[in-house]
């Protein structure tokens, strides 16, 4: 644990008058796997979308690796290694799983239009294959690689978005739902991956609605309801949290 | 016979021109998804700088500078792109229907300036007297068979360029943003960037192959820059197979010599008000039975591309 690597300070966001987001604080430590929880409507995406500038925050500020990214546009964030998935299993289906990471892995030297015309770009894919081949086979997809993520069903489509957001070599990752639809042998290899990536200096924030996922893989938790952080702790803690069981984990454990 | 066999030189050096066209549609609508309405304006931005500054023979317009060939087409292409960058920077900062429009609105604007601007365009009576490249190597039906081959030498020079950009990761990324452009911006891309730069490019190659055109029409006038050419292309795109590689030229092949074959029925005075609809017939006919039978065209995005993990299977 090296300090915070992002500063999630009084972000609100408010909807036609709603607060979907009210004055969230969220510090997160360099190398940890930390989870936000709560039931649908919590505001855990919206807080996903503020941190990565697809939404811009009413109030507040959001600082990663001690630089103020607020309000920066998406691909701009994107460039300074903090890099998120999406809820809806999509991707992009016209490309094949291969594809897909390659795009996730290309710098932007080798994709620009002037790289294709002068064939610029040859030398910069084998390193990226040798990568694609590695993630592809921790996650048990290499034998999908040709497939078009048209043709996938929508776990392995997941599965595929959170490979192609790591080949971005990102500094932290923000998983919104991973493992939602994703088949339950699936599950293991991606908690499995998750903790690898940890453990090769990653930070990842993750959302899911599987609290023994989340809570299985987790070092902290917050949990979230009506858009504020209502309890924050290990995931032991969380779920001895009295608040905590009475408005979410109540209906469940 | 040989007026027969003259008349097909024509229709494959048409449909070797509307082949360019849906070869270079394809790049910016069927892999980057931007969809352009208004490809025959900078059809007729190429076609008019090209002839206004390199024709000899009309000297009642204010602009006649003469120059050699070579700086025409460079010319042209070069207003073709600036064309495109203007109309590209604000359209395509705001997504989709908003660059259709923009290009539909362009495409008409550029011809009201072409009949309106007599003192430069000639308006309506255009250019009619100018000449050809090669003219010297080949005169009368000679020349014909040589704009077919120069044509076609064209086609073969645009497809290789563009199957080296298909295949490309440049053109992996613009069919993957086409679909998700959120996905794509969570990756660090900056699509719009990519979307201008191939639309600009596009502008380059519209105003570049427009002479094309116009030695094969031999005049200049608005009437040739209608929406018309914009559909064509597009429907020869379409039935060739959207997003494909093989697809725009085989779609153009097919849709130009199955409606202008249909042209060349002769009949009586009453009946040529309808045979000169039939070619419009034909097209729609052609269109409906592709869509109805092969839905994505007769050659698709999935074959052209497939297989592209096969480098690391060694």
Redesign the interface.
Known sequence: MTGPILEVSRVTKVFGGVGAVRGVDISIEAGSITAVIGPNGAGKTSLFNVV?G?EQPTEGTVRFQGEDVTGL????V??KGL????QTP???????V???L???G?E?R????W???R?A?RS??NAT?QR??GVLSDLGLWDL??T?LADLPPGDVKLV?FA??LM?RPAMVLLDEPASGVDPSSIDRLATLIRQVRDDGMTVLVIDHNIGFVLGIADRVHVMSLGRIIASGTPEEVVRDPVVIETYLGTSA | MSGVLLFFVGVLTLAGIYAILAMILNLEAGWAGMWDLGLAGLVAVGGYVFIITTQQTHDDVILTPHWPMWAGILAGSVAGGLAALIIGVPSLRVRGEYFLITTLAFAEVIRQLSINLGSVTRGTVGFNQFSRPFESWASGSGYRWLLLALVWLVVVVVYLLMR??GR??????L??????D??????????NR?RI??FV?AGLMYGAVAPLYVWFIRTVTPSLFTSEVTFVTWTALVIGGI?SLRGPVIGALILLVVTETAALVQGSGEMAVVLASVRFIVLGMVLILVMRFRPEGLTN??DA?????A??RR
Do not use: M
């Not at chain 1, 546009?73 to 701009?76: G, I, L």
């Not at chain 2, 069919?175 to 998700?180: E, H, I, L, Q, V």
């Not at chain 2, 996905?183 to 660090?188: D, E, I, P, T």
């Not at chain 2, 591309?305 to 993990?309: E, H, I, N, R, V």
């Open positions: 990565t697809f546009e998406p691909w701009r994107s460039q890099i998120r998935t999406f999509t991707g992009f289906p016209a490309l094949s291969w594809e897909n390659l795009v996730g290309t932007d080798y994709e620009s239009l790289a294709a015309l064939g770009w910069g894919e294959d694609a081949r690689r040709d078009l978005d192609r957001q971005a | 080296r950009l490309s990761p440049y053109g992996r990324l069919r993957g943003f086409r679909d998700n959120p996905v794509a911006r969570s990756l660090g891309k900056h699509t990519h730069h191939t490019l997003a995005e999935r591309f497939a297989g592209a993990s480098r690391v």
